[in-house]
């Protein structure tokens, strides 16, 4: 089984300044990991994955993670935020299929609402 | 976006009704999901499909049911609500086991 933590339920921070999301994740087998965002009532929409390879990942409007095998880790990141960057963050995980079948199933972390000040 | 289609996208029901929401994709994805999204909990796996007529369930499955009868839909059954069931309900779908795409959500309540 898997698990995902999201250390922060909520991050203000102010605009241009620089945002880092957390994520600790558990796991006894090879995994994905991903972050999604979440704007008000819509659907979620990848921002970016790790499935193997270099441990930092760039995504879509200027986010990065890096993943830490060690620490068990997958923070998100972001140089410098704006306005439209308000929104609610969700970390997820799915076993990579090492040895048997995953078929894609994700497991959420509980989310991080971002909200970006001017 | 993988062309996902949910209906309805807004539903008021009374305890011990029967509620079915549909999943409707156009992209042939293989995979097909049911999550529940609730405040503190992020999402939930319900139900997944991994080809037609080819169900499992998740983490959350007591209370629903699923059936996929063709590649393009994916029923969500309640077979008898509860306000416990009041959540916001996405589909997604993927090609493969490292992308899922989302739906646009139904918001299900139940008095």
């Known amino acids: 089984a898997q698990s995902v933590t999201q250390l922060d339920s909520q991050v203000p921070v102010f605009e241009e300044a620089p945002v880092e999301l957390r994520c600790n994740y558990s796991s006894s087998v090879s995994v994905y990991l991903f972050w999604y965002v979440q704007y008000p009532n819509q659907g979620l929409q990848l921002l970016l994955k790790y499935l193997s390879g270099s441990t930092l990942v760039k995504g879509i409007n200027g986010f990065e993670a890096e993943f830490n095998k060690s620490q068990t880790s997958f923070h998100l990141r972001k140089p410098s935020v704006h306005i439209s960057d308000t929104a609610e963050y969700f970390c997820?995980?799915?076993?990579?299929?090492?040895?048997?079948?995953?078929?894609?199933?994700?497991?959420f972390g509980q989310g991080t609402i971002l909200t970006v000040h001017p | 976006d993988a062309g996902i289609t949910q209906s309805p996208r807004h539903k008021v029901t009374e305890t011990g009704t029967p509620v079915t929401l549909r999943c409707h994709q156009t992209?042939?994805?293989?995979?097909m999901y049911w999550y529940r999204q609730d405040p503190g909990h992020g999402l939930r796996l319900i139900h997944y499909s991994y080809g037609v007529k080819d169900t499992d369930k998740g983490e959350v499955s007591d209370g629903y049911s699923v059936s996929r009868s063709k590649t393009e839909d994916f029923l969500l059954t309640l077979e008898s609500a509860t306000s416990s069931q009041t959540s916001v309900y996405f589909c997604a779908t993927g090609t493969s086991t490292d992308t899922q795409y989302f739906g646009p959500g139904t918001r299900l309540t139940v008095l």
């Open positions: 992209e042939n994805h293989r995979y």
């Open positions: 997820a995980v799915s076993d990579s299929g090492a040895g048997g079948t995953s078929y894609g199933k994700l497991t």
